[in-house]
């Protein structure tokens, strides 16, 4: 079995003492401390092995040892060390941070790429016609609603200006207005994405494997750090994840090269363990709700219905019924509206 040899590889010390090793014919696995980081599991094993006292283990003239005030935790520390208990926390803890940067990925993939397939699948097959019946509703409300107008104008005995009736209706269905504007916009990006290119299955397995390493040294649930910086990248992560680009969440891994992730957790205080892991469990079961909601809501609950061609082709039998009712309501109003004005029916 290889030794292991552990270094920072811009430390000097570590320079020469790989250098020897390199001289003396010695092999060894390189192992840079930065991007692999020995868990705790492996210091408590080597600790123990090594026979020397906790303090040799720590840098005592380094900046962290004094600012972390180590010397005066290094007592309460050689107890942690060896507490079965406290390992069996440490699992639990990392077990946790492994299960919500999967709830994560799956959230979002959930979001952004298998909700999106099935609204895209559903627009084409049964929403456009949905957009064309709440038009033609629209359309119908607006119209009896002119023709209100006109005989309020007509009761009076004024002449009813066209303009002045237009510009009310305007400000009276803005709403309805909008929601066509966004229902026609959201028709038009779900129809958009069938242009998209599909990744294979290989490069979809690989995208979601950076994703959720990314999100595990990224998300601010899941580590200490809140930079401005990392927060910066995780957007850049997750439009790259949304969009499904690989090529460019694999640079944005290369760019977090130097960032740990913090699967290693630190050596510590037991009680403060111990609200990690129920803080971990409070978010487990928030992403585990969010992932329920999801599958309830539009477009996921259509998922089932998208899959039987006897249940589409019912529905767009019933949209195309309502459709050429809607047509008959219109051309009767159409035939009112113009009576009102004077107007012979065409």
């Keep these: 079995m290889k030794n292991i040899f552990i270094e920072y ?24 401390i930065i991007k692999e980081t020995p868990t705790f599991q492996e210091l408590n094993e080597w600790i ?15 900046l962290k040892y004094k600012e ?31 299960d919500i940067a999967s709830l994560y990925e799956e959230k979002d993939e959930l979001v952004y790429h298998i909700c999106k397939n099935i609204e895209t699948e559903y627009m084409s097959k049964v929403g456009i016609l949905e957009y064309k019946l709440f038009e033609f509703q629209c359309e119908i409300l607006r119209l009896k609603r002119k023709i209100e107008l006109y005989q309020i104008k007509i009761n009076r ?3 009813p200006n066209e303009k002045e009736i237009e510009e009310k209706l305007n400000i009276e269905y803005k709403e309805y207005k909008q929601k066509l504007n966004q229902m ?21 397995k690989e995208l979601k494997s950076i994703y959720r390493k990314l999100i595990k040294k990224l998300h601010p649930d899941l580590n200490n750090e809140d930079s401005e910086k990392n927060k910066n990248l995780l957007l850049q992560v997750t439009r790259a994840y949304e ?56 477009p996921y609950n259509k998922k089932e219905f998208l899959k039987s061609d006897i ?13 050429e009712m809607c047509k008959e309501v219109y051309s009767n109003l159409e035939n009112i509206l113009k009576q009102l004005k004077g107007e012979p029916n065409g």
């Design 9 to 32: 590889p811009k430390c000097s010390t570590c320079k020469k003492a790989k250098k020897w090793l390199e001289e003396n014919n010695v092999e060894f696995i390189d192992r840079n």
């Design 48 to 62: 123990k092995k090594s026979g020397q006292e906790l303090k040799k283990w720590f840098n005592t003239s380094g």
């Design 68 to 98: 972390l005030n180590l010397k005066d935790k290094l007592v309460t520390m050689s107890d942690i060390i060896i507490s079965p208990e406290y390992l069996r926390l440490i699992e639990e803890v990392k077990q946790l941070k492994e």
């Design 157 to 159: 005995q004024e002449i």
């Design 184 to 204: 026609s916009n959201d028709l038009q990006d779900a129809l958009n994405r069938k242009n998209y290119g599909i990744l294979s299955e290989e490069n979809s």
């Design 243 to 298: 969009n499904g680009d690989l090529e460019t969440l694999k640079n944005l891994e290369l760019l977090t090269d130097e960032i740990t992730e913090k699967e290693n957790i630190e050596i510590g205080d037991f009680e403060e363990l111990k609200q990690s892991k129920e803080k971990y469990k409070i978010i487990t079961n928030e992403l585990l709700e969010s992932i329920k909601k999801i599958k309830e809501s539009f």
């Design 311 to 323: 249940l589409v082709k019912k529905r767009k039998k019933e949209l195309e019924n309502e459709m």
